[in-house]
């Protein structure tokens, strides 16, 4: 192996989140919380729809993939942030800054992609509820949930192999609390035009185009609805899509608020990926579950259960 293909760095420092000493302890605690709330909340909701026969559909077959890509999403990252916070130790070593980056790219990549099939499920049940049993098969719903899967690893495995090629010379300092794409692409000596042309080509690519099939199903959905707009066909929709549509918009509107709204590069990369592994896998258990009565049937059967056997 060529030296320029060799990195001369055997570790990173993360700098973590830009916050006082003093504050360590409250954010600790703060993080901590959150993430045992993610990881409880999602086992719940995978745990009620595996137990519930009356669950056993393809949106709820889509929901536990989702569930379980948001723990792994988390604990990707956030145990690492923790730690930081706990030893003031901010280093990490090469491998492990490689392997974190892959893995966040990978699940960031198959949430994307499950909720365009999510917005396909909710298109169907909605314009074709006739149908929606034949078009929506079991064969159909494993073939787009283990695409996704494949995509999304393929997808996090380019632009991992693109990252280790490069150099890493005397700067090692990562102004981030994560091993973020971009922000190593910066600190490498090493020529980043290939790197650079793949991620807004290959990337932007795979970011509009799930995009583009999630606002062309919920299109569709308007359009049909707005046919006929009567209260009931209305709550209806809000009733099969609300949860959905809640997630997605808190999604896409964390980016787009953060990249256009936000006053530093830096502060938008980290605010970013805070909303990604934290808030937003803890808070969609709760959004698909307090309006959703087969959810909280299931909640309820599974605690009567539980306490028919204590």
Known sequence: MRPENQSSVSHFLLRGLPIRPEQQGVFFALFLGMYLTTVLGNL?????IRLDARLHTPMYFFLSHLAFSDICFSSVTVPKMLVNMLTQDQ???YAGCIFQLHFFIFYAAFDNLLLAVMAYDRYVAVCHPLHYPTIMREKLCVTLVAGSWLVAFVHALLHTLLLVRLSFCTDNTINHFLCELTVLLKLSCS???LNELVLFTEGGIFLTLPLGGVLG????IGTII???PTM????????????HLFVV???YGTLASVYFFS???DSKDIIASVMYTTVTPMLNPFIYSLRNRDIKQALHVFVNRANFFK
């Open 44 to 48: 719940l909701l995978i745990l009620l």
């Open 91 to 93: 280093s990490i070593p």
């Open 191 to 193: 020529d980043i035009s």
């Open 217 to 220: 199903s919920y299109i569709c």
């Open 226 to 228: 707005l046919r006929v």
């Open 232 to 243: 009931k066909r209305l709550l209806k929709a809000f009733s099969t899509c609300g949860s």
């Open 249 to 251: 918009s808190l999604y």
């Open 263 to 265: 006053s530093s590069w």
